[in-house]
């Protein structure tokens, strides 16, 4: 395989990396997905998917990315689960080998940020820190916010960007008072966000405040009930992180355009260099939502399709 010439290689096996596969093969394009070890994105630790158009009842992510996959796969995609390690013009490197390439889509996403803190039962037990991820504890609240667990229940956000503030407006949709605590003296969010969070009759901040454990029941299964700012003790039923996201872009070694954040600069899925496309959260700091990631991986499959139509001899 080391010596095929794909017409393009896919970097990353995620939303946007198996629709832009599922676009490209249908165009008869020899693709190839390098989908990495740990493949499936972020959808593999989302439960429950409710607001992908098409499914009544939700999805599971594991469930749609499994399907997506597939259908790559049945139009023709050759998927390889390996990292990849560093690009170098069209030429595509993991660990052990090297994949030459005609046009490249890089589809790596980016890893919400999360805090591990100190994890306790209701009898001040420790637990591993990691007990209540899924079970009140999220990075999203646009996928999770409007699980019944958090109907008209407290709930706390750290953070004090413009995500803290979008996401405290749209769980104060759901919750019956939203909290977020902000670490510094004041948000770093843009003020008609702050103003629009300082109006909400149902939103309040907290500066200078950092939680310092969570604590939860486990029978009969984990359930976060709260959490501790020092010796303070507030009940919340939810706790969204919104600090940031890290975009997977560390393997360009600048060979690519990226924003001060490390998101990948693209204008209509194109980056900086001629053939080269993103989509995805790798190059989306605003919206990633899996039918945006959706929406662009198709994006950069036509896009890639109309450059090798031009370009390949
Ligand atoms: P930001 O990097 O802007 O903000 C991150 C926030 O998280 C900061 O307030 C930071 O605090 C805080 N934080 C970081 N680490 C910790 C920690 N360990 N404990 C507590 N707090 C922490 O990220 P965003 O996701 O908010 O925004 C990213 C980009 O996307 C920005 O450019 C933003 O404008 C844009 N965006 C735009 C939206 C819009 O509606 N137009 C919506 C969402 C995002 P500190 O300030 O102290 O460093």
């Excluded at 991820?133 to 019944?148: Q, R, T």
């Excluded at 501790?228 to 690519?256: V, W």
Aim: proline share 4%; charged share 20%; aromatic share 8%.
């Amino acid at each position: 395989m080391d010596n095929l010439i794909w017409s393009v290689i896919i970097i990353g096996g995620g939303i946007s990396g198996y629709t832009a596969g599922i676009y490209t093969s249908r165009a008869n394009l020899k693709t190839l997905i390098l989908e990495g070890v740990n493949w499936g994105g972020q959808l593999m630790t989302t439960d429950i998917i409710e607001n992908y158009p098409g499914f009544l009842d939700g999805i599971s992510g594991p469930e749609l990315m499994m399907n997506m996959r597939q259908q790559a796969e049945k139009y023709g995609s050759v998927i390889l689960s390996e990292d990849v390690i560093k690009i170098d013009g069209y030429n595509v490197y993991t660990k052990n080998n090297i994949y030459h390439s005609k046009s490249i889509i890089i589809s790596t996403g980016a890893i919400a940020k999360t805090i591990d803190y100190p994890a306790y039962d209701l009898d001040g037990n420790s637990l591993p820190s990691n007990t209540f991820w899924n079970h009140g504890i999220s990075a999203c609240a646009v996928c999770d916010g409007a699980l019944p667990m958090f109907r008209d229940k407290p709930i706390i956000v750290v953070g004090g960007g413009d995500s803290a503030c979008q996401e405290a407006l749209f769980l104060a949709n759901f919750g019956s008072e939203i909290t977020i605590l902000v670490r510094g003296e004041k948000m770093r969010a843009s003020s008609i966000m702050q103003k629009r969070v300082n109006d909400h009759p149902k939103i309040k901040v907290r500066y200078l405040t950092s939680i310092t454990g969570i604590y939860g029941s486990v029978d009969p299964k984990p359930k976060l009930n709260g959490v501790f700012i020092d010796d303070e003790k507030i009940e919340t039923s939810g706790l969204f992180f919104a600090i940031g996201h890290s975009p997977n872009t560390g393997f360009l070694n600048g060979q690519l355009d990226l924003d001060d954040h490390g998101y990948i600069l693209t204008n209509n899925t194109r980056t900086n260099v001629s053939g080269i496309f993103a989509c995805g959260d790798v190059q989306d700091p605003i919206y990633r939502q899996a039918i945006t990631a959706a929406g662009s991986g198709c994006q950069a499959a036509l896009e890639c399709e109309k450059f090798l139509a031009i370009n390949s001899v």
